[in-house]
């Protein structure tokens, strides 16, 4: 069943292993089935808007910052990202006509529902993106998705986080004339994440590499939005200190912490700027780092440790995410911590 852990030792190894099929559900029920489709109503809603506001919490704002780049690329709607416990009492000078995605696995975290009560009191059309179709934000607002990633149980956020970016994707896709195939993408997509999994020896890197109390994820562009995510889910479940940072950020200042050993994972999916993240590496190399590389096909180069298939440029952090969530998963294995419990935190988060 669904909400059993079968052959796996976590939920979150199970998880982690559901992606794929995950993806393909949502393909099945988005395209092939009459009632989960997008409804023109909410379609018409987001043409009309002038800006999107994306607003969501942990992972799922990381979610929202690929969303973002979807809707802008595809769109070409500005679209800005929040994080809902700022936004609810700083709320940010709106535009004429704005919409709102509010982004949010369990559907009951109450940050956004501050968020939510304060929007419906202007009338703003609001669009809820959840895994639990009953939920208080999928109720309450005007128009609600199901991302039909099944029950997750793990307090780590993973196949969550792939199905969100796939609604974000095929929610921009409908709203213009699109050139890109989503379904066949995201089938891409699907089959490159299962190819990893079949064939991945995270375990090793884990032990060679992950020998200090802190870690650096580092990337440009969409990579460095998977960085945030990846160093997310290392400190909640490894207690590893890790920073997600824009690469060419490191040497403004935070170079000065890397020492003898110091981890530093390089996300590189993006052939436009694979040189200037390997220059940053570089840099780090010199400084003592003990680097770790994952790439997608399209940008490899020989030392390279982890290659991916190469997908779409817009759902690349779908694919990049995988090895970081196994990087936790073992980290955390290694230091023989609550994987699917850590420490300090709830599944869903119900207070301010
Ligand atoms: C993810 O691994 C976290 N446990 C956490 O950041 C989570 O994503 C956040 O609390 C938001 O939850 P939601 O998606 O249910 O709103």
Do not use: W
Not at 21 to 41: H, Q
Not at 51 to 64: E, N, P, Q, V, W
Not at 201 to 207: A, E, F, N, Q
């Amino acid at each position: 069943a669904d909400t059993e852990k079968g052959v796996y030792a976590h939920y979150m190894l199970k998880e982690i292993n559901e992606q794929p099929a995950v993806v393909r559900r949502i393909l099945t029920n988005y395209y092939d089935t009459e009632t989960s489709r997008i409804p023109k109503s909410l379609i018409s809603a987001i043409q009309q808007s002038d800006r999107i506001y994306i607003l969501a919490a942990g992972t799922s704002m990381h979610a929202g910052l690929i969303g973002k780049n979807l809707f802008e690329k595809i769109t070409n709607i500005p679209t800005e990202v929040h994080i809902a416990s700022e936004f609810a009492y700083q709320r940010p000078l709106l535009s004429k006509s704005p919409f709102f995605i509010l982004v949010s696995q369990s559907g009951e975290t109450a940050d956004l529902r501050a968020c939510l009560v304060e929007l419906k009191t202007s009338n703003y059309q609001i669009l809820t993106i959840t895994n639990v179709p009953s939920s208080t934000l999928a109720r309450e607002a005007t128009f609600a998705l199901e991302i039909h990633a099944g029950p997750e149980i793990a307090v780590a956020s993973t196949k969550a986080y792939i199905a969100q970016i796939a609604i974000l994707a095929l929610l921009a896709n409908s709203i213009t004339e699109s050139s890109i195939d989503m379904k066949k993408e995201l089938s891409i997509v699907a089959n490159a994440i299962e190819n990893f999994l079949a064939n991945e020896s995270i375990l090793t890197h884990v032990r060679n590499k992950l020998t200090k109390p802190n870690c650096f994820y580092i990337g440009r562009g969409l990579d460095y939005y998977t960085g945030l995510e990846a160093s997310l889910k290392l400190k909640e479940i490894s207690y590893i200190q890790t920073e997600g940072f824009a690469a060419g950020e490191l040497k403004h200042g935070t170079i000065a912490l890397i020492e003898e050993g110091t981890p530093v994972i390089a996300l590189i999916s993006d052939p436009k700027i694979n040189h200037n993240t390997r220059s940053n590496l570089n840099e780090v190399s010199a400084r003592g780092a003990n680097t770790l590389h994952i790439v997608t096909s399209n940008c490899e180069e020989p030392e390279d440790e982890i290659i991916l298939d190469t997908v779409h440029p817009l759902l690349t952090p779908m694919i990049m995410v995988v090895p970081t969530q196994l990087i936790s998963y073992y980290a955390a294995l290694e230091r023989s911590h609550d994987i699917d419990k850590p420490r300090n935190l709830a599944k869903s988060v119900t207070v301010e």
